[in-house]
């Protein structure tokens, strides 16, 4: 058995953030979350079915079924050279118990450092294909601008790709915006990942991005789950714009403005927060 630790989370999440708005659920931050998985590589699972050299993509389907007859049924699709990534696992365990029932009981797959619509759960059906599916939920959904447009400009069909790795990100989890503090120290607290790469540095700003102090960070880098990190801020009476901005180990950086995209998919601009600190 092998055991990974990797953020989960939905390819829409932040979607509510976006402006233009864009249709669907207006997730904002909570649509995700970092976990231990427990499992076997899926690589050793496909190499039960000694796939032929020409299979390129595994397609994936869970036992879950739609409740409407017109609602198609969700199956997604891995290129081979994910799905036989030693860290792509068919996972039985989350933090160390059985998984639950809505947690993909009895077996899900864990795309390490991929969107959460590729995490398929209860999965039921696995078939190796050379050609590229055309399923509903692989294509035309989940999809991402090859190159970004106008906000709210309509994007051709053959001008978007498959979402892969999650992008940079980070949240302060610690203040919400809005909030009215007393002053003194506060102790700012959050979490920062990356697609495919560990968190080098998580820097907060106090002046709305005018100039950055570091952060500290918890425990050595993860390629895929949250890294910590901690500000012991010593607030003075005034109002502030916070912000946060991550950087992970291969120079990726969050921008200071999202790439806006019809499906609302991959949000992770720089946050900023508006507080007000009382004496």
Not at 108 to 126: C, P, T
Not at 222 to 228: D, H, I, K, L
Not at 235 to 249: E, N, V
């Amino acid at each position: 058995m092998v055991t990974v630790e990797a953020v989960l989370q939905c390819a829409g999440n932040g979607r509510g953030l976006f402006t233009p708005p864009v249709p669907g659920v207006q997730w904002r931050y909570g649509a995700m979350g970092s976990a231990e998985w427990t499992g076997v590589r899926f690589k050793d699972v496909l190499a039960l079915a000694r796939p032929k050299s020409d299979a390129a993509f595994v397609q994936l389907q869970g036992a879950e079924r739609p409740t409407m007859t017109t609602t198609p049924q969700f199956i997604r699709a891995l290129p081979v050279a994910k799905a036989i990534h030693p860290d792509t696992l068919l996972a039985l365990r989350m933090n160390g118990k059985p998984l639950a029932p809505n947690r993909g009981k009895p077996a899900r797959m864990v795309v390490s450092g991929w969107v959460g619509d590729d995490w398929v759960r209860a999965l039921e059906d696995v078939q190796l294909r050379a050609d590229e599916p055309k399923e509903f939920y692989y294509d035309p959904a989940y999809r991402f601008p090859v190159t970004p447009g106008a906000p709210g400009a309509p994007i051709p069909a053959d001008q978007m790709k498959p979402m892969t790795k999650l992008n940079v990100k980070s949240i302060i989890g610690s203040l919400a915006d809005g909030d009215t503090l007393r002053a003194g120290t506060r102790q700012l607290a959050g979490v920062a990942f990356s697609g495919e790469a560990g968190i080098e540095r998580v820097e907060l700003s106090f002046d709305g991005g005018k100039s950055w102090t570091p952060a500290t960070l918890d425990g050595p880098p993860t390629p895929y789950g949250f890294r910590v990190f901690r500000h012991a801020w010593k607030a003075a009476p005034g109002k502030y714009q916070l912000a946060c901005r991550a950087t992970d180990s291969n120079g990726a950086t969050q921008p200071e403005t999202p790439v806006w995209n019809p499906g609302g998919y991959l949000y992770n601009a720089v946050e900023q927060l508006r507080v007000e600190v009382r004496s």
